[in-house]
């Protein structure tokens, strides 16, 4: 207001933030530090980032807030007004000047108030809620009579097209957006992505968004912004960032995330994990992951600056490496390998026409699905939540009880775990293991992982002395030392690890992966699907693979069902379904996987 | 739709209640077989046991009948409002609880309404101020408060208020609405002590669970008053709050018995203790019967209670 003198109003950014600092006090651990960065007017930016990498804590300190125990420094100013001093002028602008729109639409809602009472409530005063309503419902794509209904009432799409109408109700000039699509399905999240930046456009706002998905970030905003262990990487604009990387960090976290139009022999994984703000005090952070590490690399800190490549300056391009200059060109994309030709075997599996239908329900979870997997084959399923898929693997697990149908695991039937003797259910169990989807729910957190993994192997009638504990912590990658350890000290990838240590400990020879990855970080996730990849090969183990993501599923499987509503609606070999898909329902689930093309939400 | 959903959930209940208060009956009913010596001399209490009167209870029981005829004549009896006469009295124990039922009711009421009115504000102080001063402060007086036993409140309360300060009155319970009002405070304080404490527990938790919720810092981040954010999270404390409302006055309910001693009131506890102190069988049936009833009645309310407070209850849609 009365600072923006000289420039005129045009030429001040929307949001001007330097040296964000954020810490926690009764620790006295630093979690990031020196993140500064604007944004224009009616401008998208995308903050980029694996968990850890303080990209949410990076906004929740430039919007005030915070969660308990956490304090910022450093200046913000929005829409020209200086804030990070002035709680009063922060609680002016919320909604009117600044939104937010967060992760989880399932728990973004006031559960016990009706949407249109909720977006009615982040209305200016004065304006007419019988009028605002059914237009901001119209503007995110949603019919009127929706305001009536409470948010249990809705679809998880539906919930953060709410979510989206009730962050706009107060008309900011900036919004906000915290990763709004992870918790959706492909399909919905490229529906919902794609009206953000419909509205976004339409009321010129500007426009920051979370994400740890680098191809997401291309496809959906003009600049990017990479962050790693609480700092600032690299900078620049959607398209050259996706043309060029000026930081290892942003090569190496784009070649991890796997492609979904060829197979790769190998997915490039970088070892190890992301450090602690205060761990990499002092040098780069990603210096201990580098294979580009020199000894500078760790005797300061490197400040985010224009590249210059052979004497010119790279228009808006910023980055943290201390080599950016002179970083080698990238390797080129690797061929594409062939999937397996199946093998005409015994199978391991064969389920025939398996039906389950859920109390209450409107349509049945499985309407007679059958599936065939080989000794030694992977074979995929994919759909998308509501599709069966995940209560496929249950039955077969034997943790859910089919209605009807057949499921013969080596030739023996398990269709009803309940009926099945003693030792029918243990050589069942010693045929197929599961892996399940949350690390952070899989593991009791009373025991420590040695107990865990000594109890799997007893299991088995297999000796678990030490050595054995070792040995088993060694084939998924884990120090030998972490058996004393319990699931809290471990991170998401580690835990992922301890169960698939668990599940494969007997050598099963069946693994039933029910989205084993989903809830990882992408280096996380290549890390596991490489380990996933060995052990089928060392244990000549069949695996049945459930996700939603046909990337990941494009690296691991050789043959394929896609599931829509409980019936299988294609099968084949994965190339040929993924190359040449001949129903509609897996064309419309490619077309939702992001590719970093700017015209992909078009 | 929505309405037909509600009467249905009401229906549900409501048979739900029926069905848990008939069986409550027989077991009511078999107090009279349960308790020691022959059922005859049950009935005859402290009368003395001449021919006449045994053949008269005899006659006036149908003790000569199967069980089960005896149970249901028993029942349509209490169906009509005819508990059967006190032993100790001889008057009809229906009339003997109806002049004593308000006074407890109005106890019970008396005794919730400062306990919420004290304790949910208390509560949502403490959680607003998690961790300061104010919130140590209300959680140690929350325990405290949970710590003390009534009669013992009672008896402090008694020496401090009424014989030292001279405040209140001893005993005794007052005419016109407020002096009884005046005279009831005090044992209604000796009931709300414990309860406070579990207001201040329940309302506590279950705001700073909601406070944060994802809801709630989307409710600000979009610019919404503090009030209307506060507003949210308490509206959706009201679960839990309602569920400790239910076990507060189902446990003041028998938290009288002591009070009404103490405070030398003639209320339903009193009758109780005098019953049972006099083997009145037939009082202290109808007394088992009556709370029974009450409680159950509670229940009810709380469950309905859910049905206001969460749609989800009422849709019978899933809590995801």
Redesign the interface.
């Not at chain 1, 780069?284 to 600056?305: I, K």
């Not at chain 1, 599709?387 to 077969?396: D, E, M, P």
């Not at chain 1, 599923?553 to 070999?573: F, H, K, M, P």
């Not at chain 2, 149908?62 to 005896?70: C, I, T, V």
């Given at each position: 207001m009365k600072e923006s003198t000289g420039t005129g109003a045009t030429a001040e950014p929307a949001i001007r933030v330097e040296g964000i600092k954020v810490r926690q006090p009764s620790t006295g651990r630093t979690l990031l530090s020196e993140v500064s960065f604007e944004v224009a007017a009616g401008e998208s930016v995308a903050i980029v980032g694996e968990s850890g990498s303080g990209k949410s804590l990076t906004v929740r300190a430039m919007?005030g807030?915070l969660p308990?125990g956490l304090e910022a420094t450093g200046q913000v100013r929005i829409a020209g007004e200086r804030v990070d001093d002035d709680p009063r002028a922060r609680?002016r602008?919320?909604?009117?000047v600044v939104?937010?729109?967060?992760?989880?639409p399932?728990?973004?809602?006031?559960?016990?108030?009706r949407a249109g009472r909720q977006i009615a409530?982040?209305l200016p005063k004065g304006a007419d809620a019988a009028v605002e309503v059914p237009r901001l419902l119209a503007e995110v794509g949603l019919p009127a009579n929706v305001a009536g209904r409470?948010p249990?009432?809705l679809s998880g799409g539906m919930r953060q097209r709410i979510?989206l109408a009730?962050?706009l109700?107060?008309g900011p000039r900036v919004l906000v957006a915290d990763e709004p699509t992870t918790a959706l399905d492909a399909t919905t999240q490229r529906e919902v992505l794609s009206l953000i930046r419909r509205v976004q456009r339409e009321r010129d706002m500007a426009f920051v968004l979370i994400t740890h998905d680098l191809r997401l970030a291309f496809s959906t905003c003009d600049r990017v912004m990479v962050m790693y262990a609480g700092r600032v990487m690299e900078t620049g604009s959607a398209a050259a960032v996706r043309h060029e990387q000026f930081h290892p960090y942003t090569r190496a976290l784009l070649a991890a995330e796997p492609p979904a139009d060829r197979r790769l022999a190998v997915i490039p994984s970088v070892p190890g994990a992301v450090p602690a703000h205060d761990a990499a005090a002092g040098r780069c952070g990603f210096a201990d992951r580098c294979s580009l590490a020199v000894p500078e690399c760790r005797t300061g800190v490197p400040e985010p600056r224009p590249v210059r490549v052979s004497g010119n300056v790279r228009e808006g391009r910023l980055s943290a490496c201390l080599r950016a200059a002179e970083l080698p060109a990238p390797p080129a994309p690797e061929p594409g390998v062939v999937s397996r030709p199946p093998v005409a075997a015994e199978p391991v599996l064969e389920v025939r026409d398996l039906r389950r239908w859920f109390a209450?329900s409107p349509h049945p979870a499985l309407a007679g699905v059958s599936l065939t997997v080989a000794p030694g084959e992977v074979v995929g399923v994919v759909g998308e939540s509501g599709s069966g898929k995940t209560t496929l693997a249950r039955c077969v697990a034997g943790l859910e009880r089919p209605d009807g149908g057949a499921i013969l695991l080596g030739g023996a039937d398990c269709s009803d775990y309940g009926r099945m003797g003693r030792a029918a259910v243990r050589q069942a169990r010693r045929i197929s293991q599961m892996i399940f989807q949350d690390p952070y729910s899989t593991l009791n957190p009373a025991r420590t992982v040695g107990a865990t993994l000594r109890e799997a192997l007893w299991a088995d009638g297999r000796p678990a002395g030490p050595d054995d504990l070792a040995r088993l912590l060694e084939s998924v990658g884990l120090a030998r030392d972490m058996a004393g350890m319990r699931p809290a000290g471990l991170s998401g990838g580690e835990r992922q690890r301890v169960a698939i240590a668990r599940a494969v400990a007997g050598e099963p020879r069946l693994l039933i992966c029910d989205e084993p990855v989903s809830a990882l970080d992408v280096s996380v996730q290549a890390q596991v699907l490489g380990l996933l990849a060995e052990l089928r090969e060392r244990l000549s183990m069949a695996m049945l693979f459930i996700t939603h993501d046909l990337a990941v599923v494009r690296q691991i499987a050789d043959r394929l069902y896609v599931l829509e509503s409980g019936t299988c609606v294609e099968t084949g070999l994965a190339d040929r379904v993924l190359d040449a898909p001949e129903h509609p329902y897996t064309r419309t689930l490619l077309a939702s996987v992001p590719d970093g093309s700017g015209d992909w939400l078009d | 739709m929505a309405g037909r959903d509600r009467g249905l959930f009401l229906l549900r209940r409501f048979a739900g209640t029926v069905v848990v208060v008939a069986l409550l009956s027989v077991g009511m009913f078999g107090l009279l077989y349960l308790a020691p010596g022959s059922v005859q001399q049950t009935l005859l209490g402290t009368r003395p046991a001449t021919l006449e009167t045994i053949a008269a209870i005899q006659a006036r029981y149908h003790l000569d009948e199967p069980l089960p005829a005896q149970y249901l004549r028993w029942l349509g009896g209490v169906l009509h409002g005819d508990l059967g006469t006190s032993v100790r009295t001889g008057m009809p124990v229906a009339d003997m609880i109806g002049q004593r039922l308000p006074l407890t009711l109005a106890l019970v009421g008396y005794g919730a309404l400062l306990a919420l009115l004290v304790g949910v504000p208390l509560g949502v102080v403490g959680a607003l101020r998690r961790g300061r001063a104010a919130d140590r402060l209300v959680v140690t007086a929350g325990v405290v408060g949970l710590s003390a036993p009534p009669f013992a409140v009672g008896l402090l309360l008694l020496v401090v208020f009424a014989a030292g300060l001279g405040w209140f009155p001893v005993y005794g319970t007052g005419e016109g609405l407020a002096d009884q009002a005046w005279h009831l405070t005090l044992p209604a304080v000796a009931l709300a002590v414990g309860a406070v404490g579990m207001f201040v527990r329940f309302s506590r938790a279950a705001l700073i669970r909601e406070l944060d919720q994802d809801y709630v810092v989307f409710a600000r981040a979009r610019g919404l008053s503090g009030a209307a954010v506060i507003g949210y999270a308490l509206r959706n404390s009201l679960v839990p709050i309602l569920t400790a409302a239910g076990l507060i006055v189902t446990g003041m309910l028998a938290g009288t018995v002591l009070v009404e001693v103490t405070f030398a009131l003639p209320g339903l506890g009193s009758l109780l203790v005098d019953s049972v102190t006099f083997k009145d069988v037939p009082a202290v049936q109808a007394l088992g019967l009556l709370f029974t009833l009450l409680i159950v009645a509670v229940n009810l309310l709380v469950d309905i209670g859910y049905s206001v407070a969460d749609p989800r209850v009422r849709f019978g849609g899933r809590t995801s």
């Amino acid at each position: 207001m009365k600072e923006s003198t000289g420039t005129g109003a045009t030429a001040e950014p929307a949001i001007r933030v330097e040296g964000i600092k954020v810490r926690q006090p009764s620790t006295g651990r630093t979690l990031l530090s020196e993140v500064s960065f604007e944004v224009a007017a009616g401008e998208s930016v995308a903050i980029v980032g694996e968990s850890g990498s303080g990209k949410s804590l990076t906004v929740r300190a430039m919007l005030g807030l915070l969660p308990q125990g956490l304090e910022a420094t450093g200046q913000v100013r929005i829409a020209g007004e200086r804030v990070d001093d002035d709680p009063r002028a922060r609680r002016r602008q919320r909604g009117g000047v600044v939104s937010l729109l967060m992760q989880d639409p399932f728990t973004l809602l006031n559960p016990l108030r009706r949407a249109g009472r909720q977006i009615a409530d982040g209305l200016p005063k004065g304006a007419d809620a019988a009028v605002e309503v059914p237009r901001l419902l119209a503007e995110v794509g949603l019919p009127a009579n929706v305001a009536g209904r409470y948010p249990f009432q809705l679809s998880g799409g539906m919930r953060q097209r709410i979510g989206l109408a009730a962050a706009l109700a107060g008309g900011p000039r900036v919004l906000v957006a915290d990763e709004p699509t992870t918790a959706l399905d492909a399909t919905t999240q490229r529906e919902v992505l794609s009206l953000i930046r419909r509205v976004q456009r339409e009321r010129d706002m500007a426009f920051v968004l979370i994400t740890h998905d680098l191809r997401l970030a291309f496809s959906t905003c003009d600049r990017v912004m990479v962050m790693y262990a609480g700092r600032v990487m690299e900078t620049g604009s959607a398209a050259a960032v996706r043309h060029e990387q000026f930081h290892p960090y942003t090569r190496a976290l784009l070649a991890a995330e796997p492609p979904a139009d060829r197979r790769l022999a190998v997915i490039p994984s970088v070892p190890g994990a992301v450090p602690a703000h205060d761990a990499a005090a002092g040098r780069c952070g990603f210096a201990d992951r580098c294979s580009l590490a020199v000894p500078e690399c760790r005797t300061g800190v490197p400040e985010p600056r224009p590249v210059r490549v052979s004497g010119n300056v790279r228009e808006g391009r910023l980055s943290a490496c201390l080599r950016a200059a002179e970083l080698p060109a990238p390797p080129a994309p690797e061929p594409g390998v062939v999937s397996r030709p199946p093998v005409a075997a015994e199978p391991v599996l064969e389920v025939r026409d398996l039906r389950r239908w859920f109390a209450g329900s409107p349509h049945p979870a499985l309407a007679g699905v059958s599936l065939t997997v080989a000794p030694g084959e992977v074979v995929g399923v994919v759909g998308e939540s509501g599709s069966g898929k995940t209560t496929l693997a249950r039955c077969v697990a034997g943790l859910e009880r089919p209605d009807g149908g057949a499921i013969l695991l080596g030739g023996a039937d398990c269709s009803d775990y309940g009926r099945m003797g003693r030792a029918a259910v243990r050589q069942a169990r010693r045929i197929s293991q599961m892996i399940f989807q949350d690390p952070y729910s899989t593991l009791n957190p009373a025991r420590t992982v040695g107990a865990t993994l000594r109890e799997a192997l007893w299991a088995d009638g297999r000796p678990a002395g030490p050595d054995d504990l070792a040995r088993l912590l060694e084939s998924v990658g884990l120090a030998r030392d972490m058996a004393g350890m319990r699931p809290a000290g471990l991170s998401g990838g580690e835990r992922q690890r301890v169960a698939i240590a668990r599940a494969v400990a007997g050598e099963p020879r069946l693994l039933i992966c029910d989205e084993p990855v989903s809830a990882l970080d992408v280096s996380v996730q290549a890390q596991v699907l490489g380990l996933l990849a060995e052990l089928r090969e060392r244990l000549s183990m069949a695996m049945l693979f459930i996700t939603h993501d046909l990337a990941v599923v494009r690296q691991i499987a050789d043959r394929l069902y896609v599931l829509e509503s409980g019936t299988c609606v294609e099968t084949g070999l994965a190339d040929r379904v993924l190359d040449a898909p001949e129903h509609p329902y897996t064309r419309t689930l490619l077309a939702s996987v992001p590719d970093g093309s700017g015209d992909w939400l078009d | 739709m929505a309405g037909r959903d509600r009467g249905l959930f009401l229906l549900r209940r409501f048979a739900g209640t029926v069905v848990v208060v008939a069986l409550l009956s027989v077991g009511m009913f078999g107090l009279l077989y349960l308790a020691p010596g022959s059922v005859q001399q049950t009935l005859l209490g402290t009368r003395p046991a001449t021919l006449e009167t045994i053949a008269a209870i005899q006659a006036r029981y149908h003790l000569d009948e199967p069980l089960p005829a005896q149970y249901l004549r028993w029942l349509g009896g209490v169906l009509h409002g005819d508990l059967g006469t006190s032993v100790r009295t001889g008057m009809p124990v229906a009339d003997m609880i109806g002049q004593r039922l308000p006074l407890t009711l109005a106890l019970v009421g008396y005794g919730a309404l400062l306990a919420l009115l004290v304790g949910v504000p208390l509560g949502v102080v403490g959680a607003l101020r998690r961790g300061r001063a104010a919130d140590r402060l209300v959680v140690t007086a929350g325990v405290v408060g949970l710590s003390a036993p009534p009669f013992a409140v009672g008896l402090l309360l008694l020496v401090v208020f009424a014989a030292g300060l001279g405040w209140f009155p001893v005993y005794g319970t007052g005419e016109g609405l407020a002096d009884q009002a005046w005279h009831l405070t005090l044992p209604a304080v000796a009931l709300a002590v414990g309860a406070v404490g579990m207001f201040v527990r329940f309302s506590r938790a279950a705001l700073i669970r909601e406070l944060d919720q994802d809801y709630v810092v989307f409710a600000r981040a979009r610019g919404l008053s503090g009030a209307a954010v506060i507003g949210y999270a308490l509206r959706n404390s009201l679960v839990p709050i309602l569920t400790a409302a239910g076990l507060i006055v189902t446990g003041m309910l028998a938290g009288t018995v002591l009070v009404e001693v103490t405070f030398a009131l003639p209320g339903l506890g009193s009758l109780l203790v005098d019953s049972v102190t006099f083997k009145d069988v037939p009082a202290v049936q109808a007394l088992g019967l009556l709370f029974t009833l009450l409680i159950v009645a509670v229940n009810l309310l709380v469950d309905i209670g859910y049905s206001v407070a969460d749609p989800r209850v009422r849709f019978g849609g899933r809590t995801s």
